[in-house]
């Protein structure tokens, strides 16, 4: 069964495992969440609650900000989605895919790196410095992003 957004117009319907995913980490399906985990899943990008809103707001989806705020927690507390810390707001993700984050100094932007190709980076930063990746199996690379500049 999908769920559709409110406005006939926009395309929000939720995957056909959201209902799924919520019922097994034992959360109600209550419209929220079915409508941020199907827009976190579609952008593929780890936005901020408020940027979460706004894009709601876009797609006909106009939640109030505390209740986008506390889905996002939720949804994190129980694994469906992540948060990144960095300058600036929480962004929270999701992905299926086990990754590393890039996050800019300036702005706050945080990009997604696919963990593969930096195994052997990753081994090597554990071997030389005994730091491994968090509970969330990621590290968080810090820089500027080519928006910023230098």
Do not use: N, W
């Amino acid at each position: 069964m999908t769920t559709t957004s409110p406005s006939a117009h926009t395309d929000t319907t939720t995957p056909p495992d959201a209902s799924v995913l919520l019922r097994c980490h034992g959360l109600r399906c209550t419209p929220s969440r079915l409508h941020t985990l199907a827009m976190l899943s579609r952008s593929g990008l780890h936005l901020s609650s408020a940027e979460a809103c706004a894009e709601l707001h876009r797609l006909g989806a106009p939640f109030d900000p505390a209740t986008v705020y506390r889905t996002l927690e939720t949804l994190t507390a129980v694994g469906l989605t992540h948060a990144v810390h960095g300058p600036g707001p929480k962004r929270y993700g999701i992905s299926s895919e086990p990754h590393h984050h890039t996050v800019c100094e300036q702005c706050g932007q945080v990009g997604t790196l696919a963990s593969e190709p930096l195994r052997e980076a990753v081994e090597r930063i554990a071997e030389f410095t005994g730091l491994r990746p968090g509970a969330s199996g990621s590290l968080l690379v810090y820089g500027r992003c080519a928006r910023c500049g230098d």
